[in-house]
C-alpha cells in the first residue's frame, strides 16, 4: 500500500525521486522507469533501458549481478518510447501485463483472459504471467525469443499453440527492431536449423538429435549439458538445458548475421567461446548436388562427393571454379527390379533435409526396405541414434560434408546403380585430414546448433577454474571431440612458472618476441623450458598468442617446436616450450665466430630439416598451415643441430584456393616476404616457398637478405645471386667458413632450388614437397624462368620499418605500402 502510494507520488511528478526492486508486478505493484523486477536469487533483472546512446527506451531483461549488461530480451523492440515518455509496466484488469506510456498501452503481453494475474520472473531468465486462480503460466517471455538464447529457451514450432520461436538478430546496437537475420527451424521436412539473411538461407545447422553431455570429475560422473529434442504432433523443439545453472551463457544472433557463443567468466567478464558462420564451407549449399566442401584442398572448395561414383554435371565449369552444376551419378538411376542397392557413406553430415520423409520408430532395416521400394528415394539415414529415426531423402542431395572421422558426422546410405556398387568407397585421405576449424563446426552441428558446444564451454568454464589440473582438462575437450590428436595444451600455473624462471629474471631473459620477452626456466623435473609472456600492453600480441596456441599444440612433427603448455591467469598469458640450446639459426649464420659450427653438412640438414617441416605445415598437417612468417630467427636449433620452425603467431590455416587468401593487413618480415603479399596482401603457401628460398640463399652465403643492399646502386642480395648464377659462378656465394666442407653438387642444388622458391610469380615457384625431391637428387631441376622478384627497380616503399631482431623466436611487423 505504503509503495503503491511512492509510485502515484511518482507518477504526478515526473523526475522520480525513489525507484525501487520488486519479486512480484501484481494488481497492488508496478514497474517504472528506474524500477526493476527481480528473479528469486537475483540472477536476472527486467527493467527500463537505453540501447547504446540511443534515447529510445525498452522494457528488456539482463544478468543482474555482473556488471557488463547485455540484454537478453526486449518486450517493445518494435515500439521504442522517446525519452520523456512516462512509463509503467502493470498488471491490466483483464490479467495481461501491460506497457502504458502516458495514457495509452503500447505493448502486452499476449495472455488469455484471466481476472487476477500477477507477473514474475524466473531465474532461468523467464518472464511470466501466472493466473493466480489456476496457478497456469498463461504467458511467457521464453515463446518470444528476441536475439538471445538463453538455457531453457527452446528453438522450434508449438503447433498446438501455433507457435514459432527463432531468433532475430537486433537492426544495429541502438535498435532493438528486427534486423535482417533471422535464425529458425526448417519444419518442411526432419527440422534443422537455418540461419537467413533476409529470407535466403545463409548457413544450415545438422538434423536435429539428442545429446547428453558428461563430464567426468573427481567425485564420479556428472551430467553437465543436454539438449532436448521433441518431434511429434503437438510440437517440434529443440532447447538446451545446463546442469549447472550458475554456469552463465547466452546464444546471441548477431547485427552482423554471426551466431555467437558466449560464457560469462568470473574474472574476464564475457567470453566468445565460438561464433558461426566460419568459413568459405559453411556457406550454404556451396558445392551443391552430391558435391562436397573441402577447405584442405588448395585449388578449389567443391569435390564430388565419391569421385569413383560422381562426376561434375559440367566438367568445364567445375574446373573454372563454377559449381553451380555440382554433381551426378557416373551411372543413371534406372530403378529396374534388383538393380539398384545403397552405398554407405561414413564421416558425413547429412544433407539439407527439407525435402525429406521421417517416420520417429523404424529399424534401419525397415528404414533401407522403405527407401528402395520408392524410386524417387536418394538416400536413407539415422540422424539420432539416441532413438529409431528412419530419414529419406526424395531430392539429389544438397549441402553434405564430407567431415573428418572422429568429427561428429553421420552414415548415409546412398542409392546407386549396382554396377556401382563394388568399386571402393570414398578416398581416405579426404577423410583423415581434418581441421581444427571443422572439427569445431562439427562439434557445433552435431545437435542442431548448440549441443556440443556446451560442453567445449564448460571445459573452457572449468579450465579457467582449475588451471592447475591439466590433465582433467585434456580429457573433457577429448571427450568433446572425439579426437585424439585434439587436446589442448597442458597447463601450468603461474606459479610454476613463476617459480621456473625464478620470477622472471632478467638473468634468464633469452630475448624480445614479436609479443612479449622470451625467458629461460627449470621445471621441477630438471627439465628446460622456454617460456614466453605476452606483454600485457600488447594488444595486438594476443591475437597472435591465441593463433599460436591454437596452431602449435595441434601439429606435431620433429622440425617443429613443440609446446609443452601454456598458462593464462588473469592478465598473464603464457606459452611454454621445449627450450632450445641452441637458440636460433640467424644467431649462427649471420655471425663470423658462431657460424664455424655449421659446416656444409649442416647446413644442408637444416636445409632438408625446414623443407620437411613446410611440408608437413603445408600439406600433412591436419590444419594446412601457411606460415607467413618464415625468416632465420624463427628457426630455433636443437642440441643436434637439427632446425625446428617457431613462432605460429601469424600463421593462417587456409581456405582454400592458394591464391586467393588476402589480408589488409600485411605482417611479416621484409626481405622475407613474397612480392605478391607484400604488394597486395596475397598470401598463399608459395608466399611460405618465397620465403625458404631466401633462407636456402642465406643459410648458404651466410649474407642476409634484408639489409644487404646499403647504398641505391648496389645490387640487392637475390639480385646479385641471380648474376653469380647466371655467369655460372654460384660457388662464388658459399659462406667462407662452410667452404672446406663443401659438397658442391649439393651447393649448386640448393641455390638453384632457392633460386626457383624465389621467382616473381607465385604459379613458377615449386612447391615444398618438389623441394625436397629436388634436394634429395631425385627430381631433375628446372632453370629459374626470370630474374626474380624484388629487382633493383625499387618498386615498393617500405614505412614504418622495425630493424629490431630477436634471438628465440619471434615477430617483426612491418607495414609496406604499394606505390
Ligand atoms: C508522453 O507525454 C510526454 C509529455 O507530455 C510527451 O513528451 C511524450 O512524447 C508522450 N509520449 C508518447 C509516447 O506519446
Ligand atoms: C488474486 O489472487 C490473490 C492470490 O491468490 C488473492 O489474494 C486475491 O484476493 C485475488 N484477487 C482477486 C480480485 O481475485
Ligand atoms: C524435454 O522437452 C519436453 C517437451 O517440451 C518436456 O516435456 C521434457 O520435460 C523436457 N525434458 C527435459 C529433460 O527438460
Ligand atoms: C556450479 O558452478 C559453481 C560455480 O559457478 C560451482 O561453485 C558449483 O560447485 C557448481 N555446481 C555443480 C553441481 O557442479
Ligand atoms: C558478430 O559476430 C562476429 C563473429 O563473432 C563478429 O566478428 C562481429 O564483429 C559481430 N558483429 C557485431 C556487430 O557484434
Ligand atoms: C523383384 O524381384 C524379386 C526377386 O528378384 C521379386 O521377388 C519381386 O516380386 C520383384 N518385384 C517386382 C515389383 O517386380
Ligand atoms: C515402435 O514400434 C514397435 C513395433 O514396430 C512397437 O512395438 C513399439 O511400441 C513402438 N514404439 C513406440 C514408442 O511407438
Ligand atoms: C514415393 O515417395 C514419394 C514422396 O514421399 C511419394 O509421393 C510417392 O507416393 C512414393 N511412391 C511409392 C510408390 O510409394
Redesign the pocket.
Known amino acids: 500500500m505504503e509503495r503503491a502510494a511512492i509510485i502515484l507520488f511518482s507518477l504526478l511528478f515526473v523526475h522520480q525521486s525513489y525507484t525501487a526492486e520488486l519479486d512480484t508486478i501484481s494488481d497492488s505493484s508496478f514497474l517504472t522507469y528506474g524500477d526493476t523486477l527481480v528473479s528469486a536469487t537475483r540472477i536476472f533483472e527486467l527493467g527500463f533501458f537505453k540501447p547504446g546512446s540511443s534515447e529510445n527506451r525498452y522494457l528488456g531483461i539482463w544478468h543482474k549481478n555482473i556488471p557488463v549488461r547485455i540484454v537478453v530480451w526486449v518486450a517493445n523492440r518494435h515500439r521504442p518510447l522517446p525519452g520523456a515518455s512516462l512509463l509503467v509496466l502493470k498488471i491490466t484488469n483483464r490479467g495481461t501485463l501491460g506497457l502504458f506510456t502516458n495514457a495509452s498501452m503500447i505493448w502486452s503481453s499476449k495472455s488469455t483472459t484471466s481476472r487476477n494475474a500477477t507477473a514474475k520472473l524466473r531465474d532461468n531468465g523467464n518472464l511470466v504471467v501466472v493466473d493466480q486462480d489456476t496457478k497456469q503460466v498463461v504467458w511467457q517471455s521464453f515463446d518470444y525469443p528476441t536475439d538471445t538464447f538463453i538455457p531453457g529457451m527452446k528453438i522450434g514450432r508449438d503447433y498446438l499453440r501455433n507457435k514459432e520461436w527463432h531468433l532475430s538478430s537486433w537492426k544495429s546496437s541502438q535498435d532493438p527492431a528486427p534486423g535482417e537475420w533471422t535464425m529458425g527451424t526448417d519444419t518442411h521436412g526432419y527440422p534443422e536449423v537455418k540461419l537467413k539473411q533476409e529470407g535466403v538461407v545463409k548457413f544450415r545447422g545438422r538434423p536435429w538429435r539428442n545429446i547428453l553431455f558428461t563430464s567426468v570429475d573427481s567425485s564420479g560422473e556428472e551430467v553437465i549439458g543436454t539438449n532436448n529434442v521433441t518431434i511429434n504432433n503437438g510440437e517440434v523443439s529443440d532447447a538446451y538445458i545446463l546442469g549447472n545453472s550458475s554456469v552463465l551463457t547466452r546464444i546471441t544472433l548477431n547485427y552482423s548475421g554471426y551466431l555467437e557463443f558466449w560464457v560469462w567468466m568470473e574474472n574476464d567478464g564475457w567470453e566468445l567461446s565460438d561464433s558461426y558462420p566460419r568459413k568459405a564451407c559453411d556457406a550454404y549449399n556451396i558445392c551443391y548436388s552430391y558435391g562436397t566442401c573441402n577447405i584442405y584442398k588448395t585449388r578449389q572448395y567443391c569435390t564430388c562427393l565419391d569421385e569413383k561414383r560422381f562426376v561434375p554435371k559440367n566438367q568445364k565449369d567445375w574446373e573454372r571454379g563454377e559449381w553451380s552444376g555440382g554433381c551426378i551419378r557416373r551411372t543413371p538411376l534406372e530403378c529396374k527390379n534388383g538393380s539398384e542397392e545403397f552405398i554407405k557413406y561414413s564421416n558425413v553430415k547429412l544433407p539439407d533435409t527439407e525435402n525429406t520423409w521421417y517416420n520417429?520408430?523404424?529399424?534401419l532395416e525397415?528404414c533401407h526396405t522403405k527407401c528402395l521400394n520408392n524410386c524417387t528415394c536418394m538416400a536413407y539415414a539415422n540422424p539420432d541414434n539416441t532413438r529409431?529415426v528412419c530419414l529419406l531423402w526424395f531430392n539429389d542431395l544438397l549441402d553434405i560434408q564430407v567431415l573428418p572421422e572422429g568429427g561428429g558426422g553421420l552414415d548415409i546410405l546412398v542409392r546407386m546403380d549396382s554396377s556401382d556398387l563394388d568399386s571402393p568407397s570414398i578416398s581416405k585421405q579426404k577423410q583423415g585430414e581434418a581441421s581444427i576449424r571443422i572439427i569445431l563446426l562439427v562439434i557445433f552441428l552435431g545437435v542442431l546448433f548448440i549441443g556440443l558446444n556446451i560442453s567445449t564451454w564448460l571445459c573452457y568454464v572449468r579450465r579457467k577454474r582449475n588451471q592447475s589440473e591439466p590433465t582433467e582438462e585434456g580429457e573433457i575437450l577429448n571427450a568433446s571431440k572425439g579426437q585424439e590428436e585434439d587436446m589442448d595444451p597442458p597447463l601450468f600455473s603461474f606459479t610454476t612458472i613463476a617459480n621456473a624462471t625464478a620470477n622472471f629474471s632478467l638473468k634468464n631473459k633469452l630475448g624480445e618476441g614479436g609479443f612479449g620477452p622470451v625467458y629461460k626456466g627449470m621445471l621441477e623435473e630438471r627439465q628446460e623450458i622456454a617460456v614466453k609472456r605476452l606483454s600485457k600492453k600488447s594488444s595486438q600480441g594476443l591475437d597472435e598468442f591465441k593463433n599460436e596456441v591454437i596452431f602449435i599444440s595441434k601439429l606435431q612433427h620433429r622440425n617443429l617446436v613443440k609446446i609443452l603448455g601454456c598458462c593464462t591467469e588473469g592478465d598473464e598469458k603464457l606459452l611454454i616450450y621445449e627450450y632450445m640450446p641452441n637458440k636460433s639459426l640467424d644467431s649462427f649464420i649471420f655471425d663470423k665466430a658462431q657460424s664455424m659450427l655449421l659446416d656444409w653438412t649442416k647446413r644442408f640438414n637444416i636445409i632438408k630439416g625446414i623443407a620437411r617441416g613446410l611440408v608437413y605445415l603445408h600439406q600433412d598437417s591436419r590444419l594446412r598451415i601457411i606460415h607467413r612468417d618464415l625468416k632465420a630467427s624463427n628457426i630455433l636449433l636443437d642440441q643436434d643441430m637439427n632446425p625446428k620452425i617457431s613462432d605460429f603467431g601469424l600463421a593462417r590455416s587456409f581456405g582454400g584456393n592458394e591464391t586467393q587468401s588476402s589480408t589488409e593487413k600485411v605482417v611479416g618480415t621484409y626481405g622475407y616476404m613474397s612480392p605478391e603479399y607484400a604488394l597486395e596482401g596475397l598470401f598463399s603457401i608459395k608466399s611460405d616457398v618465397f620465403s625458404f628460398g631466401v633462407l636456402v640463399l642465406e643459410i648458404v652465403s651466410g649474407k642476409r637478405n634484408r639489409g644487404f643492399a646499403r647504398s641505391e646502386n648496389e645490387h640487392n642480395f637475390i639480385d646479385h645471386v641471380w648474376s653469380l648464377y647466371n655467369e655460372g659462378r654460384s660457388m662464388e656465394l658459399i659462406d667462407s667458413s662452410c667452404a672446406e666442407s663443401c659438397h658442391p653438387p649439393e651447393v649448386i642444388r640448393s641455390i638453384n632450388v632457392g633460386l626457383l622458391c624465389v621467382q616473381h610469380h607465385a604459379g613458377d615457384r615449386p612447391n615444398m614437397s618438389s623441394v625436397i625431391l629436388m634436394l634429395d637428387g631425385e627430381r631433375e631441376l628446372p632453370q629459374p624462368k626470370q630474374q626474380p622478384s624484388f629487382s633493383t627497380k625499387s618498386q615498393i616503399h617500405v614505412s614504418n620499418f622495425s630493424s629490431s631482431t630477436y634471438t628465440g623466436g619471434s615477430t617483426n611487423i612491418t607495414r609496406i605500402d604499394a606505390r
Do not use: H, I
Not at 360 to 363: A, G
Open positions: 520417429m520408430n523404424m529399424t525397415e529409431r
